[in-house]
């Protein structure tokens, strides 16, 4: 019998007193649920298609930022309960391998007989995970894999025919943008891969912790989140909408092109599957709060908080990526600007000068600042003074990052 307390509230409480950002907690707590939940539950959805509480999110940031640390308590959750993840290194054959072992029969609580492979990579290493740009076969694998298809199957050249019945596959990882421009081509950029993808992008931990010890109160946190994890990790069958929810889906469907967020055009993919998205964040948001398998009105507003709260800087990701010879030395700039909001432009020389090639170089970046409205220039008799403009365009993605801790306004409840 669960505590009746919503879980994802009271894990965010047990992490309360911890390093990593409050997001990066969020989003591990519902790649937890979702490892849980597996291919025993469903969502029907229209005429032939069915949706399950899969998720590829990646947590994004520079290192030492504490994306590691926030996926190691979710993944402690998890070896509690003896949830079989993939290796951290594996190729392709290997994984294939894993999901055809992991394969099961069991019958549902609305007494559906089902065979199904799930299974979750819980990969702080992501970059390991993925391995290099060249590996078209897994980002193919892994492309097909989140639609969760009944079968799949593909030819090999020497070993004739791989075959799964009833994927499921749930992904999480950690990685830093240098490393994802490493490993994905950017071709790939916008394209099937990446749009399957929530990027969950922050730039620092959310504070300091000097004595980041477990104490009895916390300890009974932490035993009441695993017990009722276990009792979610016992559900199986069909998710229900009340009338109410699905007005409200409707709604937000009809009306996804003037609502959507503003993203780059990189991102155009992600926003063409973001009601897929919603509707799975929906089932894992119920079975959070309960064990009824109902999603009401509730569940979607506060799965759609979520995905707003996580699109603001999710564009970051992405930010040095293209072509251009400065991209990513522009993004860095960007990012020391708006921490320091004011400064003469010889101390961003200074920060930058191994980059910088001569001062045109130096005016040429400053110029393409001033043009996006990102920085206003003053000469003065000490130099010309560099000052943050926090009415530009990018400020929710640049300037947020120098508040401090507590001036966030954020809840621990998505």
Known sequence: MRSGKDWITRYMKFVEDTEPAKLYHKWTAVMALAAVLKRKCWLRWGINKTLYPNLYA????PPGNRKGTAMEIGE????????????????????IRLLRDVAVT??????????????????????????????????????????CADNWSRLTKTQGEDELTGVWFNMFGAITPTALRSVVPYEAEGGGFLSRIIFIYEEKAYKRVPDPFVTPALQKIGDKLTDDLHEIQQLSGTFQLTPDAFDYYRDFY?????????????????LSRRQIQFLKLSMIMSVSESDDMI??????????????????????????????KDAQLLDDMMVYIAKRRKLHARDLFVQFRAFITDPRHMESLLSAL????????????????????????????????TKTKGSSGSSNTP
């Open 370 to 401: 001033v043009r996006q409205q990102f920085i206003s220039m003053k000469p003065s008799v000490k130099g010309t003074v560099i000052k943050y403009n926090p009415n530009n365009p990018l400020h929710e993605q640049y300037g947020s990052q």
């Open 295 to 324: 999603i009401d009105v509730k569940h979607m507003e506060r799965g759609l908080k979520l995905l707003i709260e996580t699109e603001v800087k999710m564009p970051r990701t992405f930010s040095g990526f293209g072509t251009a």
């Open 106 to 147: 069991e019958t549902t609580a609305d007494n559906h007989h089902i065979t199904h492979s799930s299974l979750t990579v819980w990969s702080p290493e992501w970059k390991v995970f993925l391995g290099r740009k060249e590996n078209y076969e897994m980002f193919s694998a892994l492309t097909d894999w989140y639609d």
């Open 254 to 270: 009809i009306d996804m092109e003037r609502t959507n967020p503003s993203l780059p055009m990189m991102f155009q993919g992600y």
């Open 76 to 95: 402690w959750f998890l070896n509690n309960l003896g949830v079989v993840t993939a290796p951290s290194s594996v190729t392709i054959e290997a994984l």
């Open 58 to 61: 990646v947590l994004v940031g």
